[in-house]
């Protein structure tokens, strides 16, 4: 592990690096494995409370692996290659949005077709001035993958995600920052900093809460109200149970800043 990809951990935050430089970061087989493999090793540390993926280079990650792609073409299984590749992306489109830990997109350069839903994906996107976003799919005659078909649709209008999808057009960060996906346009030379500025603020912060908040937001999307409220009402009865809470709860009697841990 570590040929397509890096894992730094400072102290209580994960760095997952994209460092394929030949490729711009594509993300091909091997590349998705590895970014599983320090996803499911993270989930388990609970010293770690936050991640940041970043790429290197002028990429943040440059999509599917054109080469790759090819080369199933020529030796006739396009179809098998495609499957094989699918899984494990579509394991981490899952995984990502369903993770336990805030997740931070640091996005250092050109974000194409799953590269750019890679970073929809995360919770939070900080993206430098020069950053850029494509929906190329239908460039290659395919639909909008990586859960393209869910991120676009479900934060733009009809009519904006089929612009997106059907053009294939780029947008600059400004542009995405204005669609509502971006969370902070930063220089270029500040965009490490201030992630990891974001980064500490997340892990000082109540995990347990914020692992349960991407939850009922993401089950709030296809669950009826009364049934979704329930779930909230019971969800909020364990949260009060947790040692953060009591620390919450004193830090405010006390006119403290809470002091959370985790738990």
């Not at 194409?112 to 994906?121: H, Q």
């Amino acid at each position: 592990m570590g040929n397509k990809t890096q894992l730094i951990v400072n102290d209580n935050i994960a760095i997952i690096k994209l460092v394929d430089l030949d490729n711009l970061n594509a993300l091909g087989k091997e590349t998705a494995k590895e970014i599983l493999s320090h996803l499911d090793r993270i989930e388990t540390d609970t010293d770690i409370r936050c991640i940041i993926i970043t790429g290197t280079g002028n990429a943040f990650s440059a999509g599917g692996n054109i080469k790759e792609f090819k080369e199933s073409i020529d030796n006739g299984i396009p179809g098998e290659v495609m499957d094989d590749l699918l899984k494990d992306l579509y394991k981490i489109a899952k995984v990502l949005r369903l993770y336990p830990k805030p997740v931070i997109a640091a996005v250092n350069g050109w974000a194409v077709g799953a590269g750019m839903n890679l970073a929809l994906s995360c919770d939070f996107i900080i993206a430098t001035e020069n950053a850029r976003f494509r929906q190329s799919f239908c460039k290659l005659a395919l639909i909008p993958g990586f859960a393209g078909t869910i991120l676009l649709s479900r934060q733009l209008t009809w009519q904006q995600a089929v612009e997106m999808a059907f053009f294939g057009d780029t947008y600059s960060a400004e542009e995405m920052k204005n669609l509502g996906f971006i969370n902070r346009i930063v220089p270029k030379e500040k965009l490490d900093e201030i992630s990891m500025v974001w980064a500490k603020k997340f892990a000082a912060g109540p995990t347990l809460t914020y692992a349960r908040t991407k939850k009922l937001f993401f089950d709030a999307l296809s669950t009826p109200l009364e049934e979704h409220l329930e779930k909230e009402r019971q969800m909020q009865i364990q949260s009060a149970l947790t040692e953060d809470y009591k620390r919450g709860v004193f830090a405010i009697v006390e006119k403290k800043e809470p002091e959370f841990i985790g738990k």
